[in-house]
Nanobody, 115 residues
Framework: VQLQASGGGLVQPGGSLRLSCAAS????????MGWYRQGPGKQRELVAT???????NYADSVKGRFTISRDGTKTRVYLQMNSLKPEDTAVYYC??????????WGQGTLVTVSS
């Protein structure tokens, strides 16, 4: 599975951004897609995931502010980020988990929240 992410950029605190990730390749085997992030000097952490069955999981730090969704083909996933905070600054990575036991990563897109 190959992943192409887009949508990062510079935004002021309280602003919004929408990230997009498109999957290609062996898309039939994908059972979960999601977003992770890695802030400066931090380890990569989960932001949000959505399974092929529609189950959604969010990190506590983004609940109520971020929304993960996907299109009808289940090959494109979005992350709507509202009420952004400086601590949301990070490189955001798209991830896809596929059978049997593969994990694919996109190239990362930088989100900077600063005034």
């Amino acid at each position: 599975v190959q992943l192409q992410a887009s949508g990062g950029g510079l935004v002021q605190p309280g602003g919004s951004l929408r990230l997009s990730c498109a999957a290609s390749g062996s898309i039939f085997s994908i059972y979960e897609m999601g977003w992770y992030r890695q802030g400066p000097g931090k380890q990569r952490e989960l932001v949000a995931t959505i399974t092929s069955g529609g189950s959604i999981n969010y990190a506590d730090s983004v609940k109520g502010r971020f929304t993960i969704s996907r299109d009808g083909t289940k090959t494109r996933v979005y992350l709507q980020m509202n009420s952004l905070k400086p601590e949301d600054t990070a490189v955001y990575y798209c991830n896809a988990r596929s059978s049997p036991g593969f994990s694919s990563w996109g190239q990362g897109t930088l989100v900077t929240v600063s005034s």
